[in-house]
Nanobody, 117 residues
Framework: QVQLVESGGGLVQPGGSLKLSCVAS????????MGWYRQAPGKQRELVAT???????NYADSVKGRFAISRDNVKNAVYLQMNSLKPEDTAVYYC???????????WGQGTQVTVSS
């Protein structure tokens, strides 16, 4: 099981920015799949953004143009730059990684993002 450490959540005003970070405990190879998901109160967990080892990126329609996912294969880290935040972005954000194509998905502990004035 891959250990994940997330950081960067917090309280921000509408229109503000936050950057989330997630570092995986794996070493020596590029992680196959990394992504961010979120879960708002009373709602199901949903995909926010994903990035593969080859750099293929996918975004949820609700965050396109505002969020940017990136990764550092040396540090085995994935980041989520969130700009123009809206109250509806409020949720617990989870990092997820799949080290190899047939490996199971590992989840971070989650970090709270609250967008409020």
């Amino acid at each position: 099981q891959v250990q994940l450490v997330e950081s960067g959540g917090g309280l921000v005003q509408p229109g503000g920015s936050l950057k989330l970070s997630c570092v995986a405990s794996t070493r020596g190879f590029a992680i196959y799949f990394m992504g961010w998901y979120r879960q708002a109160p009373g709602k199901q967990r949903e995909l926010v953004a994903t990035i593969t080892a080859r750099g293929t990126i996918n975004y949820a329609d609700s965050v396109k143009g505002r969020f940017a996912i990136s990764r550092d294969n040396v540090k085995n880290a994935v980041y989520l730059q969130m700009n123009s935040l809206k109250p509806e972005d409020t949720a617990v954000y989870y990092c997820a990684v799949q080290p190899a194509p047939l490996a199971s998905l590992s989840w971070g502990q989650g970090t709270q993002v609250t967008v409020s004035s």
